[in-house]
Structures are given as structure tokens and as C-alpha cells.
């Protein structure tokens, strides 16, 4: 009888320990606007897989013509098909976009430019776990992270202008409390997956804050997001043994449909273009760590961003 009690006991107190983790960390602020977005256009990188073809199905569910741009011909068709019947919306497009080359992002903004007459919401989702070199010769998780979404953007800011009022939002991570910048280093390769990861979503909050400023009296407004910890598959980039400890963790960890809220919310809430510049998560603006405040460093990683690109003299 003892031991029962102490096995009931000591469930309930495990119980209670997931519950406690569940609510304080697992579960999201869900967006619980109704803004239609009928007659507008989302841009959604990555919006195959996780996150980003979670935001797909919602923003499609609102009424806005979905382009979801992925490097995969055949998962990015079969995620297409996913989000229209899901929806129930048939405009949801698929376009091939390989951020780890430069010349692919210029080849889909000069597609995009062509085709699509409108963009009023860019969402720069996609991302890597992974100490990589691409073949422009940077470190894989800043040049599709952080680089090929600055290029994206630049090249489609005109058309954003044109639909004012518009917005952008750069999906970045908690994991920039880690991140370091070093213009010396960071765009070459870095052994670590994780500094690698940790440096360019510490860069996707930077680049949000200059865009800000450099779009003050625009009309565009721009935002970072932490989605929280979620069951994506970016960690099919994570290392073999690793692999048990992701299994368990999936116990603690949102879904995507949870994760996608706050990119949702900084893409359709009304009334937040004041916070322009801002990190959010959980549906609501949060204080980033001291580099991801740091408005002169800010300007240092958008000019050495431009450097790399051949984007000024």
C-alpha cells in the first residue's frame, strides 16, 4: 500500500511538473483578431514547412493571396496544395527561392516584380541550424538567416511602398541572447551550428531596427519575433545524437499552429505600427538583450550587409 501511495504521489507531482512547464512555457498567446486581408498580398519564405506554413493556412483563411516561396519543387507544391485545402483559399502560389544563393534571391525578386503586382506583407521565415558554406562563400546560417533576407527585402522594399500601409516581420529567436557580432568573422563559416544560428537571429532583430528607422514616415512598419521553443524541422539540421533529447523535448515544446501566433499577430494586428522596430513574442512587445538594442551596431551590420551585397559603392 505504501508503495502505491509513493507511485501516486510521485505521478501526481510529475504531473504537476508538466502542467506548471506546460502553461509557463509551452503554451502560446494565440492572435484572436479577425482582420480580413482580402485584396492583399503575404510573402511567406519557408512557408513549406512549420512555422511558416502554419502563418500560411491563417493568412489564407483571412482572404490574402499567398505566395509561399520555398528552394524545393515538389515539397513546396505539395505544401501548396495542403494550404488551399486547408484554407479553403486556391490563391496560394508557389515560387522557387534558394536563399543560401544570392543569384536565386535576384532571379525570385525579378520573378516576383513581374508577376505579382502587390506586396503587403513580407514575413522572412525561413531558416537553418546548420555550419555550412554556401556557394557565394558565407557561413550558411548568416546567409540564409540573416543575408538573403536582406537582399529579399531590399529588392522588394518599392513594391511594399506601393502598398502602403505595409508591413515586414523577421522571424527570429530567444536564441539571439547567445549571439555575437563580429564583422570580422560572422559571414565566414562557423564550425558551431548553434553560435552560427544564435549570430544571425541576433542580426534579424538588428536589421529590423535600422529598417525601422531608415522607413520612418513610410507607412511600412516592421517587426522581429520569437515564436517560442517549437516541433519544427529545423531539427532535421541538428547533429545524430541529439536526436533522443529533441524526442523527449517535443513534450515540452509548441506546436507550430502555437509558434505561428505571433508572426500572425505582428502581420495583422491593428494598432501596433507605433511599435515599429520592436521584438515581440507572445503575441506582445518584449526587451531583447542589450546587442539586440544596440541602435549603432544596428547601422554597422545594415552597412556591412551592404557591403557584402555590392548594394552601395
Given amino acids: 500500500m505504501e508503495a502505491a501511495g509513493a507511485l501516486v504521489a510521485g505521478a501526481a507531482l510529475l504531473l504537476g511538473l508538466y502542467a506548471l512547464i506546460y502553461y509557463n512555457v509551452v503554451a502560446a498567446t494565440w492572435c484572436r483578431n479577425t482582420v480580413s486581408l482580402r485584396g492583399k498580398t503575404v510573402l511567406i519564405t519557408g512557408g513549406n ?32 496544395h495542403d494550404i488551399r485545402r486547408e484554407s479553403g483559399n486556391l490563391e496560394v502560389i508557389l515560387m522557387i527561392l534558394d536563399l543560401s544563393s544570392l543569384n536565386s534571391v535576384r532571379a525570385f525578386a525579378q520573378n516576383f516584380l513581374e508577376s505579382e503586382p502587390r506586396l503587403d506583407i513580407l514575413i522572412n521565415n525561413a531558416g537553418v541550424f546548420q555550419g555550412a558554406e554556401t556557394t557565394d562563400g558565407y557561413d550558411q546560417g548568416f546567409q540564409v538567416n540573416h543575408l538573403g ?16 500601409p505595409s508591413r515586414v516581420v523577421n522571424v527570429s529567436s530567444s536564441a539571439h541572447t547567445h549571439g555575437r ?11 558551431s551550428a548553434g553560435q552560427s544560428y544564435s549570430n544571425s537571429k541576433l ?11 531608415q522607413l520612418e514616415g513610410t507607412n511600412i512598419t516592421c517587426y522581429a519575433v520569437h515564436p517560442g521553443v517549437v516541433k519544427t524541422e529545423i531539427a532535421r539540421f541538428f547533429p545524430w545524437w541529439s536526436q533522443g533529447l529533441i524526442w523527449f523535448s517535443k513534450l515540452f515544446i509548441r506546436s507550430c499552429e502555437a509558434g505561428a501566433q505571433t508572426s500572425i499577430y505582428c502581420a495583422t494586428e491593428e494598432g501596433i505600427e507605433r511599435l515599429s522596430g520592436r521584438y515581440f513574442a507572445d503575441c506582445q512587445p518584449k526587451v531583447p538583450s542589450l546587442l539586440a538594442c544596440d541602435d549603432q551596431l544596428a547601422k554597422k551590420l545594415w552597412e556591412f550587409s551592404d557591403r557584402l551585397l555590392g548594394l552601395t559603392s
Wanted: aromatic share 2%; hydrophobic share 45%.
Fill in 49 to 80: 514547412t512549420g512555422i511558416g506554413k502554419a502563418t500560411a493556412v491563417d493568412l489564407a483563411r483571412r482572404g490574402a493571396r499567398v505566395i509561399v516561396a520555398c528552394r524545393d519543387q515538389a515539397r513546396g507544391e505539395s505544401a501548396m
Fill in 149 to 164: 533576407h536582406f537582399l529579399l527585402t531590399h529588392l522588394l522594399l518599392d513594391r511594399l511602398k506601393r502598398c502602403t
Fill in 181 to 191: 557580432i563580429d564583422f570580422r568573422n560572422m559571414h565566414k563559416q562557423i564550425k
Fill in 203 to 213: 542580426a534579424n532583430i538588428l536589421h529590423v531596427r535600422e529598417l525601422a528607422k
